[in-house]
Structure formats: structure tokens, C-alpha cells
């Protein structure tokens, strides 16, 4: 069983940045799909950013490309999600998940999930 903890969200003004970092331990294997999603009230969950770590390999929806980077982070069991030039309309809740080694479809098959942090953009 995965488990994921999302954090680093938070306030900030139109225009601004926030980094979050997704925890992530249980997985045996080295080869899976970290990914990033928002939800935002009344709105369908959304994928906006996920990595395949066996070979850094991105994807990214075309609401956040250019703006939004995921990138490992120092320790192997760590994600950063970099949110750049945020708009109001990124306001949502933010959750990392994680995903088996399967061919790249879209950001679908996420099976575990973390409990979510808020970013509010004004």
C-alpha cells in the first residue's frame, strides 16, 4: 500500500509561485508514475502534471504547460510540483498520486492518492 502526503500549499496573489512536495513511501518497485491533480469546487478532478521515474519523462496538461514543472526532489521518495505565473482560476485542491508502470495513456490509472493541499490564488 502507497502512501502519499501532499504540501507546501497555500495563498498567494495572481501572478505569484508555490513549490508543493509530494511524500511518497510502500512501493516496492523503482519504476512508476508520480502524478498531480486539482480539484477545484464544482469541478471535475483534473491531471495537470505526472512523472515516470525510470526515465524523468513529463506530462503535462495544456492549462499548466510552461507554467508548472514537476522535478524530483533530493531524496528519491519526494516530487516537487513548481507553480509558476499562477492565475485565480489554479485555485483548487492540489493531490499527488501514484500510478503502476503501465504505457502512458493520459493521467488516468492513479490508484493511490494522497489527502490533498489547498492553493487559493487571488
Known amino acids: 500500500h502507497v502512501q502519499l502526503v501532499e504540501s507546501g500549499g497555500g495563498s498567494v496573489q495572481a501572478g505569484g509561485s508555490l513549490i508543493l512536495r509530494c511524500a511518497f513511501g510502500?512501493?516496492?518497485?523503482?519504476?512508476?508514475?508520480i502524478g498531480w491533480f486539482r480539484q477545484a469546487p464544482g469541478k471535475e478532478r483534473e491531471g495537470v502534471a505526472a512523472?515516470?521515474?525510470?526515465?524523468?519523462?513529463?506530462y503535462y496538461s495544456e492549462s499548466v504547460k510552461g507554467r508548472f514543472t514537476i522535478s524530483q526532489g533530493a531524496a528519491k521518495n519526494e516530487q516537487f510540483l513548481q507553480m509558476n505565473s499562477l492565475k485565480p482560476e489554479d485555485t483548487a485542491m492540489y493531490y499527488c498520486?501514484?500510478?503502476?508502470?503501465?504505457?502512458?495513456?493520459?493521467?488516468?490509472?492513479?490508484?493511490?492518492w494522497g489527502q490533498g493541499t489547498q492553493v487559493t490564488v487571488s
Open positions: 512523472v515516470y521515474t525510470v526515465d524523468g519523462r513529463t
Open positions: 510502500g512501493y516496492t518497485g523503482s519504476d512508476f508514475y
Open positions: 498520486a501514484h500510478r503502476r508502470p503501465t504505457p502512458w495513456d493520459g493521467f488516468q490509472g492513479f490508484r493511490y
